[in-house]
């Protein structure tokens, strides 16, 4: 399985991931914060699923766009899948003609520009090759963390949550984990912030480590931009092993 960390920052400075957006294996994307801004424009056509974790900005942003880039008048078209606030939200706040275009709407009567599947926790989608399970994790809106699985690894992508419980227990059953990318959003002095916004710093990330009960390489991922050098300065600090910060840009690989 490969996993690549799309880069959403721009000009020269350092790479940074301001939006969420992974595209595993070439054809399934988790998360729309930055897929739509990718070039060239044949890597957003190779994706067929879009997985939503959750009804934020940062992880939807770029939907409206990709959908637009991709679009032919075909039978074929990509597959959104989110739980059902987010299904929701894509309807009354994005494809609602004063955001976007209601291409929900306008692909029942024309050739479709998308579709739409509810995801329900715990309940498997196999798309393209790879399993993949939703679990609800614990954020300020209904989100879920996904498990993915094809013959060679199993991969969890674990973002936006508190401190959390199920997804571990689910991560632990596992037989081929290779990797756990979890969050780590705010700075260690921010702990106040992280628990309203129901996020993780990386003391938080250290205690959540401790449920990981099988070996695994750890990515942290969803470094808020604004904090980026003390948060990456207080996760090395905590000299914990196979622990390493994710790379936007970079393209992950996993047998």
Known sequence: MKIEIVESSVGHGPRQQIL???????????DAGSIGFVSPLDVQKRVNHVFISH???????????????VYAPSPE??????NADVLDCLQKHVFNERIWPDMIRLSGEETPFLKMEEL???????????RITPVA??????????I?????????????TDPTTRIW??????????AVLLESSFPNHMGWLAERAMHLTPELFAKELTKLHLPARVIAIHIKAAFDTQIK?????????HVEIGEPGKTYEFH
């Open 169 to 178: 227990e689910v991560v632990n059953q596992q037989k081929n984990l290779k």
């Open 20 to 30: 969420a957006s992974y595209i595993v294996n070439d054809t399934i994307v988790i």
């Open 120 to 130: 329900h926790s715990e309940t498997p989608v196999e798309v393209d090759g790879v």
């Open 148 to 160: 993915l699985e094809d013959d060679q690894a199993t991969i969890a992508i674990i973002s936006d």
């Open 233 to 241: 300065k207080e996760l090395a600090e905590l000299n914990l092993p």
């Open 77 to 82: 078209c990509p597959i959104v899948y989110g």
């Open 55 to 69: 009804s934020h900005t940062d992880h939807l942003a770029s939907l409206p766009i990709f959908i637009d880039n």
């Open 137 to 146: 994790i614990d954020h300020i809106v209904p989100a879920m963390g996904f």
